[in-house]
């Protein structure tokens, strides 16, 4: 008998640990955690195996195929876009043909169980790009159709991969005599910046956020690699990791779209400086600006209209700016900095 669960890639990263955690609360749900690293400590108990290896061995992913009876996969392994930048090809080869690899896996489960399985995507602003700072003052709050020029190899990669998923999901075997729609039930969000208390992100471009959080905590000094004026959306990691369980717990018929995106707040860099301030006794945050990457950050949206989130499957943000601070990262950052 093969094992049934549910399988989560990048299972170390920022949000796999919050997505562990969360998933591991849910009643029935057996998780295999793979990751390239072996499992970190504070996840181990919560899966039910863990493997460490490559999305793009295939030989691995047909083991895993022939073990297991996967329900649902939350694909979350990939590089972000700093790091993409500096190594496109291979950011290419894990975020586009690591996807298709899932999303092959997905529906070979989905034709040996005679059911759809569940495939989860996160998505990024990154898809957009926009192309000048007056452009993106005008622009405000976008919907999820305009502005799809992405300006990054990650950016780029997370479009195509949407899109690889909404054409498996919806249109696979077009044209076969026994095509039937829907071996895959594919949903995705495109996530703003994210911060959390207990992790830091690696080689993304909105990192400049978290970096000043958890460099204020320890006293550090830090210079943000944007300027004071640069905004785009962000959402606390509990918050995220909220909307990847209620999304992926929506009923089919409700959603309108495969792709939503979503947004909690938006402020500038110079807010966020201001508003961690009051909390630090010695701070010392300043600006070194990389032209690059606030090349990068400006082509992405000042905020996103998130109405169809809201509308098909209630997402509703739990923390603004002052109660994302107050209530989550900064009584939670301390506390993880005490321990350490
Ligand atoms: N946080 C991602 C990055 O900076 C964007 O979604 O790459």
Redesign the pocket.
């Known amino acids: 008998m093969r094992k049934p669960v549910i399988l989560i890639t990048g299972a170390n990263g920022e949000m796999g640990h919050g997505l562990i955690h969360g998933l591991s609360k849910e009643k029935n749900t057996d998780i295999l955690a793979l990751d390239l690293e072996p499992l970190s400590k504070d996840i181990k108990d919560n899966v039910l195996d863990g493997v460490q290896g490559d999305i793009l061995d295939i030989k691995l992913l047909e083991m895993l195929n022939t073990e297991y009876e996967i329900r649902a996969i939350y694909h979350l392994a990939a590089l972000?876009?700093?790091r993409a930048e500096f190594s496109p090809m291979i950011a290419h080869d894990v975020n586009v043909n690591g996807t298709l690899n899932l999303l092959k896996l997905a529906m070979e489960q989905a034709q040996s169980q005679g059911e759809k399985v569940k495939f989860f995507f996160p998505s990024?602003?990154?898809v957009y790009g926009i192309n000048s700072i007056e452009e993106k003052e005008k622009a405000g709050a976008i919907s999820e159709t305009e502005y799809l020029s992405p300006q990054t190899m990650?950016g780029c990669n997370k479009l195509y991969c949407e899109q690889l998923g909404t054409y498996f999901s919806n249109h696979y075997q077009q044209l076969s005599a026994t095509y039937s729609p829907g071996l895959l039930d594919f949903r995705s969000i495109r996530?703003?910046?994210?911060i959390s208390a207990i992790t830091m992100?690696t080689?993304?471009?909105?990192?400049f956020i978290p970096e000043m959080l958890h460099n204020a905590v320890q006293g550090k000094s830090y210079n943000s690699f944007v300027d004071a004026d640069t905004a785009i959306p962000f959402m606390t990691m509990p918050d995220a990791i909220r909307a990847i369980l209620e999304l992926m717990n929506a009923p089919q018929k409700k959603l309108n779209r495969n792709v939503y995106h979503i947004s909690a707040f938006a402020p500038t860099a110079g807010e966020f400086k201001t508003a961690i301030a009051p909390y630090f006794s010695n701070v010392n945050l300043g600006y070194d600006i990389n032209g690059k990457r606030q090349k990068i950050v400006n082509s992405w949206p000042k905020d996103v209209n998130d109405t169809s989130a809201r509308n098909d499957w209630n997402w509703s943000p739990k923390h603004n700016l002052k109660s994302a601070l107050n209530e989550y990262l900064i009584p939670c950052v301390k506390e993880f900095y005490k321990k350490k």
Do not use: K, N, R, V
């Open positions: 972000l876009s700093t990024s602003i990154a990650y996530f703003p910046g994210l992100p080689g993304g471009t909105s990192d």
